[in-house]
């Protein structure tokens, strides 16, 4: 496992001054005060790694909406516990690893974006024209840096192209067929359009084409009734991963194929940054939900201007954004959150949250982790 | 002057009662008990009417950038000014005669659109493919409604088809040529690309890629040397307005051709809500500057949630963002935002900003204008 240096030396050195101990040796001396200045060193070192001891947190969600155990077969409900699973695996190996936050939500996402159960990358929802449009968004909590993409077709992992964007260009979003052009000239994986499709998504899209035409049938029966939008388990699903790595550097990234039946370009909450997407050095967040509402209400950095300025918790916080503040505007979703000492929040407002965590408190610790679908 | 309905009703009933009182007509008893319940009404009517008394503020930017007086002719310069004044002119029209915020924003912004000199609508800057692609929000800081287009490349006033994707949809961000689509089927002003395109822009973009192609040169004979970003001027040119109404409504709303020589749809602050464009119930904000840094650090909601939950004052938190925070970035830029006393501010760490504002304090009280253009 690979530690941040002041802890790595220490280790060192005091595996040292034991031999020599052990050995009776006349440098015995010389050691201990050595270690003793480290103790120092290490009392004093800047507090994020003092306090983190080698400890990490990953957050990971799947996406919020309206998933009911009884719609629910027992065999896809483990394929979505398994995939959980399997992202937090790579995650919580990359952080062990010492591998810095902004690595490891990239490479979950990834994970999360070629996993055809969610929607983004392999299996996003199908927009009105019957093709797929992603987003996705990452940001680096130690220096505000961000990129994002939107509205691109042919990009096989949309989140490593928002990390190109952040680190090979001075822009922070493209979009539609430049956005594209851009990843194909980094030497990004490109794929056809139709890569994306799955017989799931497909069937998806037939479905809220047919409520949609049922509602305008209603409409026209009924012009002056006032409808609702239609409001279904269609407009979610989102990938996206928060974590804290070993040195207290804070990064999010989210990956979407949007709402289905999406048209005239549509953008979300998720490659929006300080909306579905935010990272600074106190908290990182992505969100998932009804997209239009969290982008009216800022939800990513709205969470973080309550803890930073409002003097709020991070459970405060999210509470009072999703259980009240979303519903009431009439919004739904949910949202993943970490701070820098490594607490973390998963508050949904929906049926159901695909999600997971894996915690290590600090190096004396073992890890706890939890993968969930359902409200309770 | 349109009164908001208790004052006006109130009004109305008090000359009633004078003519009766005059008369001396038996239904003057009915008349005061009449009166007497309205003068309560008046007292406990929400403090936003009560407050204001009719006043109104208005505030306007072009866009703030490296603009200095000895490379602006005095005529182009009267241009500036007449321009904004005549901004002013309409947008105070508007807000005396009691129409709302969200009205009034997109009105000064259409006419700013249409104003050549300004970087947004007509005299918007060039892609580097030499084309225009436009970008627009706006927000309602009553219901926290917004819309925003982006990149889109034929609405003659994109702020117009933001508001109508407010409106009309229940989207918020709407790109491309979706957006177009959307525009065209809405009905609203569509022209060909050309009629955005000044001899000004054209120049501009020459100017811009032949300082690439200079610091392209410059990389390959100093490969190791580190290169800034082409930081200047045309990386500037914003048009903007936020407004309290006599209502004590607030609005923003933001329009901008974007960065000169932009390309692979490249997206800035500007049509992104909680970046360049806010408004909620305390403040309304619009944003003009490297658009980048605007994005990363969600400029518009970082003011709003600094006011709301940072208990700063209007101009304290515009300081901390725009001259201290911003720069510290290496970002530079200016915005302008107005709560919902009618306070305002127009902070900026450029040269110079084209801006302007008008206030009325109270129904007794003229309104105090202002439009400059440089630092001092």
Known sequence: ???????RIGKDLLGLMYIDYMMNLPIYPLFRRLGLCLIFVN??????????KSGYTLVIHGG??????????????????????????????????????????????????DDSLFNAGKGAVLTNAGEHELDAAIMNGQDLKAGSVAGVMHIKNPITAARRVMENTEHVMLSGS??????????????????????????????????EAEQEQKKKQEPTASFKPIKSDW?????GAVALDQFGHLAAATSTGGMTNKRYGRIGDAPLIGAGTYADAL???????????FIRMVMAKSLADRI???NQTLAQAGHDLIQVELPRLGGDGGLIAVDRTGEFILPFCTEGMYRGYVKK?????????????YKD
Request: with cysteine.
């Open 43 to 52: 009392l004093f070192a800047p507090s994020s790694t003092a306090q983190h």
């Open 308 to 310: 930073r300025f409002g």
């Open 283 to 293: 908290v990182a967040v992505s969100c998932t939900g009804w997209g239009e509402y």
């Open 361 to 373: 408190k600090d190096a004396g610790s073992s890890s706890t982790r939890q993968v969930a679908i």
């Open 235 to 239: 407009k979610y699903g989102t990938v």
């Open 1 to 7: 496992m690979t530690l941040p240096p002041p802890i």
């Open 178 to 211: 430049g956005a594209d052009e851009f990843a194909r000239q980094q030497g990004l994986d490109m794929v056809e359009n139709s890569y994306f499709t799955t017989t799931s998504r497909k069937n998806g899209l037939e479905r809220a084409k047919q409520a």
């Open 64 to 113: 919020a909406g309206t998933i009911l155990r009884k719609q629910m077969s027992p065999s896809l409900e483990q394929a979505y516990l398994r995939s959980l699973n399997q992202a937090l695996d790579l995650g919580e190996k990359m952080l062990a690893d010492g591998k810095p936050a902004l690595d490891v939500v990239e490479a979950v996402v990834r994970l999360l974006e």
